[in-house]
Structure formats: C-alpha cells, structure tokens
T-cell receptor, first 113, second 112 residues
Framework: SQQGEEDPQALSIQEGENATMNCSYK?????LQWYRQNSGRGLVHLIL?????REKHSGRLRVTLDTSKKSSSLLITASRAADTASYFC?????????????FGTGTRLLVSP | DSGVTQTPKHLITATGQRVTLRCSPR?????VYWYQQSLDQGLQFLIQ???????AKGNILERFSAQQFPDLHSELNLSSLELGDSALYFC???????????FGEGSRLTVL
C-alpha cells in the first residue's frame, strides 16, 4: 500500500504561475523526498528534507515539512512548460539503518505556455 | 543520465513465460532497489539489496525473485507471467544508507 498520498492528483496552470503540491503520510519518517518523472521516464530526485527540518529551498523549489500533521508541500515558483511532469513524494521510514523509500501516488502537473 | 543502466528497455512476452531484467547501478553505489510502476498500482517497492545481501522486501510476488551479484549488478526474475505483470520496472541505486535514489530509465514489460 502507498505510504504517501499526493494532492491534488492533477494540476493545470499557466507558465509563470506557482504550483503547490501536497503530500500526506501515515507513519513517522526519517526523511521525505520529492521526485519528478517525465512521462514514461525514470524518476529524478529533486529535494530531500529530514524529519528535523521544517523548510528547504532549491532553486525554484520550496519544500515544507510538518511532522505533527504528517504532511509536506512542494512549491514550484514561476513555473515553466518544462516543469510538466508527475511529482512524487517518498518517505523513508525504515529504522534498521537502511532506507525503504515508499512513494506516493503522484501529482500530474501540466504547465501550459 | 543517472548512471544507472537497465536492460532491456522494452520486452514483450506471453503469459506463463519467464523474463530477466538487468540493472547496473551507479559506479560505487552498493544499494540497489527494484520498483514496479503500473497504472492502477502506482510505484510499488519490490526489494532492496545492499552489497549482495537482501535488506528490505516490499510487495514482491513469490513468482518474482532478485539477486545482486559480486560486481553489484542486479537481476530481477519474473516467472509464470500474467497479464497483470505488465508494467514499468525500475531499478534505482544509492550510495549511502539514507539519501536520494538514482533511477534507471526502466524496463517496460508487456505480457500478452
């Protein structure tokens, strides 16, 4: 079963607008990661936020983590058509020292020129 | 280019058959992960190996098996294939115990 659930399932915006995607999860985690997948391609890592961090930035990406609510959000600012892809959150909740990343269901983002 | 190589890229086979998917991790990465992505099930974690040993198991069917060899490449064996096994199978590798995964481009399996 999926650990994370992304919301919304699909998002359609215009270039230049901001896109916000949310992820909720069920159990305690070591870290949470966001990945991007272009249609039919391999996933690409975007950003990792540890359980003791609340916010992290990378370029046009901003990720927040609220462990009390078991949720995270990914904000893409000033979106571009090239940002069109599916975005997945993944949680690392293994306590044996080796991570077992469990992916959410993904948000399909469409950015129109 | 993630540095993770998967072969074959596409595979078409019939029900009841057996296939082997191969993965070469990034140079130096000791961990290899296998994931299955289908339209109705999303991205499902199958199994993880670290330096030749199985470390974590997910939703892997008994008809499926995997191993990691001394040179760190990994193979995923799928047997008695069913129509529902049609999916994209991804391999990923990582260097440390926790951190980002580097994904290959996947092997698309079609079972007819």
């Amino acid at each position: 079963s999926q650990q994370g659930e992304e919301d919304p399932q699909a998002l359609s915006i215009q270039e230049g607008e901001n896109a916000t995607m949310n992820c909720s999860y069920k159990t305690s985690i070591n870290n949470l990661q966001w990945y991007r997948q272009n249609s039919g391609r391999g996933l690409v890592h975007l950003i990792l936020i540890r359980s003791n961090e609340r916010e992290k930035h990378s370029g046009r990406l901003r990720v927040t983590l609220d462990t009390s609510k078991k949720s995270s959000s990914l904000l893409i600012t000033a979106s571009r058509a090239a940002d069109t892809a599916s975005y997945f959150c993944a949680t690392d909740r293994d306590n044996t020292g080796f991570q077992k990343l469990v992916f959410g269901t993904g948000t399909r983002l469409l950015v129109s020129p | 280019d993630s540095g993770v190589t998967q072969t074959p890229k596409h595979l078409i086979t019939a029900t009841g058959q057996r296939v082997t998917l191969r993965c070469s991790p990034r140079s130096g990465d000791l961990s290899v992960y296998w994931y299955q992505q289908s339209l109705d099930q999303g991205l499902q974690f199958l199994i993880q190996y670290y330096n030749g040993e199985e470390r974590a198991k997910g939703n892997i069917l008994e008809r499926f098996s995997a191993q990691q060899f001394p040179d760190l490449h990994s193979e995923l064996n799928l047997s008695s294939l069913e129509l529902g096994d049609s999916a994209l199978y991804f391999c990923a590798s990582s260097g440390g115990a926790h951190g980002e995964l580097f994904f290959g481009e996947g092997s698309r399996l079609t079972v007819l």
